[in-house]
């Protein structure tokens, strides 16, 4: 493996393609093979796994995940890197690259190209996407058996949060509900080309089998979740009975709230992932 994890291996790559960072996609290529070796370690691929990688940049990651994997599928939206990368994965029969945005990419179609089986995402993640990205990942009901990722700290700390902080939000109930959040490494800026402005952290998310709560429907208890963050500073109620798709009037988000025992003043911030499934199970009752 020619291991492209380095500063001069990485600048050697850019030069010779003349390819010009684009700040718009949050391309900051990681130059440390300490930091790589420990992302691959601790998403625990072997052999019988699909891995999907997201932002394979100029393929530095991606080599790592060919040697270990039976397969990758490495989704770059930049049109620019797809002759790097041809170059740099020329040697992987195992690795697909497909060059789109992640976000408009079919989950549930690419595990169904893995016979159904539960796929592993690795990514060094690019920054101004991160929440959107994980969220679409849990919401698209494809089978997932954990994501490694880099993510900006700040993420990492949102991720492992509950009420009452400010950093409690749609993001720390989803990985509360999907999946399990460890810190794996906290990685310094001089490690990646060019250095980012905040710091990362690597997290591995390892998926439950089964949520922790019961909600009667997933989508509509993500609606309620989104809907309560969407206004922070307005009191659920208003949050609620204001959001065009769930279909709840004010009355019935006031009776919910008062057979929880909740006030009608309440704050979404200050609700578990419990009140919040309980809270949705009572107005998908109500609806009905
Ligand atoms: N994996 C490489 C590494 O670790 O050196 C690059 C990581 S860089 C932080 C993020 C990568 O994601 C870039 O290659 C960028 O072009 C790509 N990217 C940005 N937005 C994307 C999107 N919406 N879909 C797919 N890839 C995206």
């Known amino acids: 493996m020619a291991d492209l994890g380095n500063f001069t291996k990485t600048s050697e790559i850019l030069g010779k393609y003349q390819f010009r960072m684009q700040k718009k996609y949050g391309q900051n290529f990681l130059i440390d093979a300490n930091i790589l070796a420990k992302i691959v370690e601790a998403a625990q691929i072997t052999k019988g796994d699909c891995v999907l990688e997201i932002g394979p940049g100029i393929g530095t990651m991606t080599q790592y995940l060919a040697e270990e994997a039976e397969r ?3 989704v770059e939206i930049d049109r620019g890197l797809i002759p790097i990368l041809e170059d740099t994965l020329s040697v992987y029969d195992n690795v697909t690259v497909i060059c789109e945005d992640i976000l408009k990419v079919d989950l549930s179609a690419l595990a169904e190209e893995n016979g159904g089986r539960p796929l592993k995402v690795v990514a060094n993640l690019p920054y101004y996407i991160t929440t959107p990205i994980i969220m679409a990942l849990f919401e698209s ?3 997932l058996a954990s994501i490694t990722v880099m993510v900006q700290s700040e993420v990492a700390d949102r991720m492992q949060t509950g009420p009452g902080s400010k950093e409690y939000g749609a993001l720390s109930l989803a ?4 999946a399990k959040p460890e810190i ?6 001089s490690c990646f080309l060019p250095r980012p402005n905040v710091d990362s952290t690597v997290v591995r998310l390892t998926r439950y089998e089964k949520p922790p709560v019961e909600a009667a429907d997933e989508a509509f208890l993500f609606a309620v979740i989104r809907a309560s963050f969407n206004q922070r500073r307005k009191t659920l109620v208003n949050g609620l009975a204001n959001a065009g798709g769930l279909g709840v009037t004010r009355g019935q988000v006031e009776k919910a709230l008062e057979e929880m025992g909740l006030s009608p003043m309440v704050r979404g ?4 992932l419990e009140r919040f499934t309980e809270l949705s199970n009572r107005l998908l009752r109500q609806r009905e």
């Open 269 to 272: 911030e200050t609700l578990t």
């Open 72 to 74: 990758v599928i490495a």
């Open 141 to 143: 009901r494809m089978p």
């Open 175 to 178: 990985v509360q509900y999907y």
């Open 184 to 189: 794996v490494a906290r990685v310094p800026a």
